[in-house]
């Protein structure tokens, strides 16, 4: 634990050299500290895909409690985990949440290496009862896992999130069950998912096959709004990292938005990210 403060008051000397690391927790200008940090990441030339540096995003409500999100370049995003009286103090609790896991991000500890990867496999075949041999086996889950870990390495948590990320929400979208169906590979899937990030083509098309649910099942896409809803308030208050609620909530918006403004929504354009597009590799 001392070796960890340690390292922490060290990356703050070095990112943020103007401000007392014994202080910046407390600092009350956090928000500010937080647009500090990032753009001295960014003169570093920190490789996230992602433009821009950090936004908020206030929840609309007549009164407290209040609710703000902060989303971090790269796409990483963090909320406000106390019960605030106020917009601004749920705009710095957010940016202190996300400021703390900013900084942990610097620590070495946080980047994956071949120690890291080896250690994350070991976990992962523990929790799967599958064995150290799926690990080179890219049709398992954890040989899939094994994959991307691999691919990328030297990279931190927080870019690695950003990948996680789209699988989780292809998986919740049912669209890695319809690859497996074409008898596209995990290596495949991973390698042209990897080239993508997650922008608002790829969020229309996930909601164009939620639009595609609901006319199947009626419904489901107010359901699956609720439960969604209800995953990153509770996320939230446990501080943890929300994307993956988070872009769930904003994609089943965007298809009852679609919805109620156009009965009869279009068929998917040509551009839009397909399965025919993947599969092409066979």
């Excluded at 895909?49 to 206030?58: A, I, R």
């Excluded at 749920?90 to 896991?101: M, P």
Aim: a negative charge; proline letters at 4%; aromatic letters at 8%.
């Amino acid at each position: 634990m001392d070796r960890t403060l340690e390292s922490l008051r060290h990356i703050i000397a070095q990112t943020l050299p103007h401000r007392d690391p014994a202080l910046v927790f407390k600092d009350l200008n956090v928000v500010s500290i937080l647009q500090e940090f990032w753009e001295s990441k960014q003169q570093q030339r920190a490789t996230f895909s992602s433009e821009g540096l950090v936004v908020y995003e206030s929840m609309p409500s007549s009164g407290p409690p209040f609710v703000s999100y902060v989303t971090l370049p790269g796409g990483s995003c963090f909320g406000n985990f106390q019960c605030c009286l106020s917009r601004a103090e749920a705009r710095r609790d957010a940016a202190k949440v996300a400021l703390i896991n900013s900084l942990f991000n610097e620590l070495p500890s946080r980047r994956i290496t071949k120690e890291f990867i080896m250690e994350s496999v070991q976990e992962a075949v523990a929790s799967t009862s599958g064995t150290l041999d799926d690990a080179d086996d890219p049709s398992t889950s954890v040989g899939a896992y094994h994959y991307m870990l691999e691919s990328n390495m030297g990279k931190t948590m927080l870019e690695f999130q950003e990948l996680m990320t789209i699988f989780q929400l292809l998986h919740w979208n049912g669209s890695l069950k319809a690859l497996r169906e074409t008898k596209c590979s995990r290596q495949e899937v991973i390698s042209y998912y990897s080239q993508y990030s997650l922008d608002e083509k790829m969020r229309s098309h996930m909601a164009l096959d939620w639009i595609m649910k609901e006319r199947e099942s009626p419904g489901i896409l107010s359901q699956e709004l609720r439960t969604a809803l209800g995953q990153l308030e509770e996320a939230r208050k446990a501080g943890q990292e929300l994307r993956f609620y988070k872009e769930k909530k904003e994609i089943l918006s965007l298809a009852l938005t679609q919805i109620y403004s156009d009965p009869d929504p279009s068929s998917p354009s040509d551009d839009q990210l397909s399965l025919t597009a993947l599969c092409g590799y066979h």
